[in-house]
C-alpha cells in the first residue's frame, strides 16, 4: 500500500523484507524538505529505489545530500574509472579497446558490503542503470535488522563480542585486486576487524555485520571453528524471507543503507550490456 510523502511524492514498500519505490520525483529537483522526508523512508525501508530519473552528471551531486563522497574503489588498471571523478565507480561488463571500462564483469556477485574491509566502510550506495540487459543482472539485498532480530539465541551466544575481519583481496565477483597477493588462508588475508553485531549510527538498531564470506575471518577463534561460525552466520542471514530482488530499467537509481543491508548480483549474458554508475557515501568505524 502506497505511503504519503511531502508534495504528493509516493512512497511504494516492495512488501517484502526490505525496500521501497518513491514516485513522482525527479531527484535532481530535491530541496533540503523532500531530502529529510526521502531519508526518514530510506532508513524505514534500507533500500529506495527511484525511477525514470535522467541523472547524466548529477549522480554525485544528488549522493551528496546523504554525506561526503568516498573515493571508489580502483578500477582492474589499478585506476579510478573515471579520472575527472574519482568518487564514482564504473560497474560494467562493456569492454573498450581490449579493456573493460568497469569492475565485476558479468559474472554473479556474492552477497557482500561495499567496502566493508575499509576502516570506515561507505554508509550508503548509489546505483544509477544507463544500460541493462534483456535478463539477468538483477539485484538482490537482505535485511540484516532482521537477521540480527531473528538471529537464534545459541548462534548470537556464538557470535556476540566478536569480530570478524573483512578481506580486502578480492572483489565480490571473485577477482583478485589489482596489486594483492592471493592469501594463502583467511587468517592471512589482508583487511580491518569490525564487530559481527554492530549498531546503526542513525537508527541505534542492531544490525549482522559480516561483509562477505570468502576469506573472513572470526577473530581469535581457530580456523575451524571461525569457518564454522562464518557458515552459520552466512547460511542464516541469507534466507529469502530477508531478501527482496530489484530488476533493472535504464533510469532507475537505487540507494542502499550498507550499514544494516547486503547485496548481490545476479550473472547476465556477457554479450549484453550493463552499464552503471555507483558513488559511495562516507560512513563511520562500525561498533
Ligand atoms: C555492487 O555490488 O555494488 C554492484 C551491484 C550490481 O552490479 O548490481
Not at 92 to 116: C, F, Q, R, V
Not at 125 to 154: H, I, Q, R, W
Not at 166 to 193: I, K, T, Y
Amino acid at each position: 500500500m502506497a505511503e504519503g510523502l511531502a508534495h504528493g511524492i509516493e512512497v511504494i514498500p516492495t512488501g517484502a523484507a526490505l525496500g521501497a519505490e518513491i514516485r513522482g520525483l525527479d531527484v535532481r529537483a530535491v530541496d533540503r524538505e523532500t531530502f529529510e522526508a526521502i531519508r526518514t523512508v530510506w532508513h524505514r525501508h534500507l533500500v529506495v529505489v527511484f525511477r525514470d530519473q535522467d541523472l547524466g552528471g548529477d549522480l554525485s551531486r544528488f549522493s551528496r545530500w546523504f554525506g561526503e563522497l568516498d573515493p571508489a574503489p580502483v578500477d582492474t588498471r589499478g585506476m579510478p574509472s573515471i579520472p575527472e571523478h574519482p568518487e564514482i565507480a564504473v560497474i560494467s561488463n562493456i569492454i573498450e579497446d581490449g579493456e573493460p571500462i568497469g569492475a565485476l564483469g558479468a559474472y554473479e556477485a556474492a552477497w557482500h558490503t561495499d567496502m566493508s574491509y575499509r576502516a570506515e566502510p561507505p554508509s550508503a550506495s548509489l546505483l544509477f542503470a544507463l544500460e541493462v540487459p534483456e535478463e539477468g543482472g538483477d539485484t538482490g539485498f537482505a535485511n540484516m535488522y532482521l537477521a540480527c532480530e531473528e538471529l537464534p539465541a545459541a548462534l548470537r551466544d556464538r557470535a556476540e563480542g566478536r569480530a570478524i575481519k573483512h578481506d580486502a583481496s578480492h572483489d565480490s565477483a571473485g577477482q583478485l585486486r589489482r596489486g594483492v597477493e592471493a592469501p594463502a588462508n583467511p587468517g592471512e588475508a589482508p583487511g580491518v576487524s569490525h564487530p559481527i553485531i554492530r549498531t546503526h549510527p542513525a537508527t541505534g538498531r542492531e544490525a549482522l555485520f559480516l561483509g562477505r564470506r570468502r576469506n573472513a575471518y572470526v577473530d581469535g577463534l581457530p580456523s575451524a571453528a571461525s569457518e564454522a561460525l562464518l557458515d552459520a552466520l552466512w547460511a542464516f542471514a541469507t534466507r529469502p524471507e530477508f531478501t527482496w530482488h530489484h530488476q533493472w530499467a535504464p533510469g532507475d537509481l537505487v540507494v542502499w543503507d550498507n550499514r544494516c543491508t547486503l547485496h548481490r548480483r545476479d550473472a547476465f549474458d556477457a554479450d549484453a550490456r550493463r552499464l552503471m554508475l555507483r558513488t559511495q557515501v562516507k560512513g563511520s568505524r562500525p561498533v
